[in-house]
């Protein structure tokens, strides 16, 4: 049974528990999850264990948090991204408005640690809890893409099974841009394969043809 934590609502107890998030999330980025303890939150946040613990039951709580809060500053920056192709006039090519999506959603994560990437990958194999908040990142993503791309009058023959596709390309293309394990790749061909590739997806819509 999950213990009971309380909810902080005096001023005090929201910057206590913030503390805590906040100096969390930078040990789970610098060290690693698994290397970080709540010992080391509760030192780093000048606290004790036990207020760490009033607030969040156990470390992976913590990390569900700090995850959350990183899905919204991802979603909102991509959906403003992404929404800002409708102001580019000069873009009319639908691949390259899909490269533009793309490189947008890599942008995002370029401030990734490898460490705590790989960590996170791995729990998401790991945990249920983890799994689903990146389903629902996938799924939030998805439906931005194809929002976006029904703007431009064009849907996807195959919606569920094309845009697992379509995340899976970009998935991997974020991982290489950021961490660049395969040597004398190059990047710009890259995208520009995954957007032809998504643009074969495509089909027109009736009323735009």
Do not use: W
């Given at each position: 049974?999950?213990?009971?934590?309380?909810?902080?609502?005096?001023?005090?107890?929201?910057?206590?528990?913030?503390?805590?998030?906040?100096?969390?999330?930078?040990?789970?980025?610098?060290?690693?999850?698994?290397?970080?303890?709540?010992?080391?939150?509760?030192?780093?946040?000048?606290?004790?264990?036990?207020?760490?613990?009033?607030?969040?039951?156990?470390?992976?709580?913590i990390l569900m948090v700090?995850?959350?809060?990183?899905?919204?500053?991802?979603?909102?920056?991509?959906?403003?991204?992404?929404?800002?192709?409708?102001?580019?006039?000069?873009?009319?090519?639908?691949?390259?408005?899909?490269?533009?999506?793309?490189?947008?959603?890599?942008?995002?994560?370029?401030?990734?640690?490898?460490?705590?990437?790989?960590?996170?990958?791995?729990?998401?194999?790991?945990?249920?809890?983890?799994?689903?908040?990146?389903?629902?990142?996938?799924?939030?993503?998805?439906?931005?893409?194809?929002?976006?791309?029904?703007?431009?009058?064009?849907?996807?023959?195959?919606?569920?099974?094309?845009?697992?596709?379509?995340?899976?390309?970009?998935?991997?293309?974020?991982?290489?841009?950021?961490?660049?394990?395969?040597?004398?790749?190059?990047?710009?061909?890259?995208?520009?394969?995954?957007?032809?590739?998504?643009?074969?997806?495509?089909?027109?819509?009736?009323?735009?043809?």
């Amino acid at each position: 049974m999950k213990k009971e934590t309380r909810v902080p609502k005096q001023k005090r107890s929201i910057e206590k528990s913030e503390k805590i998030i906040e100096v969390a999330y930078q040990l789970f980025t610098d060290n690693g999850y698994f290397n970080t303890s709540t010992v080391d939150i509760a030192k780093a946040a000048d606290l004790s264990v036990g207020v760490v613990y009033s607030y969040f039951s156990d470390k992976k709580d913590i990390l569900m948090v700090c995850l959350e809060r990183f899905e919204d500053y991802f979603m909102e920056n991509i959906y403003q991204e992404i929404r800002s192709t409708q102001s580019i006039e000069a873009i009319e090519d639908i691949v390259d408005i899909t490269k533009h999506m793309i490189l947008v959603i890599v942008k995002t994560h370029t401030s990734q640690k490898r460490r705590y990437h790989d960590e996170v990958k791995a729990l998401e194999l790991l945990d249920t809890d983890v799994k689903n908040h990146f389903l629902k990142i996938q799924n939030s993503l998805m439906d931005a893409f194809k929002s976006r791309l029904s703007f431009y009058g064009y849907h996807l023959s195959y919606p569920d099974e094309q845009a697992f596709l379509i995340h899976q390309m970009i998935s991997g293309i974020e991982d290489e841009v950021v961490f660049q394990d395969i040597i004398d790749i190059n990047h710009d061909v890259l995208i520009e394969q995954c957007a032809i590739a998504i643009k074969n997806m495509l089909v027109k819509d009736k009323e735009c043809q």
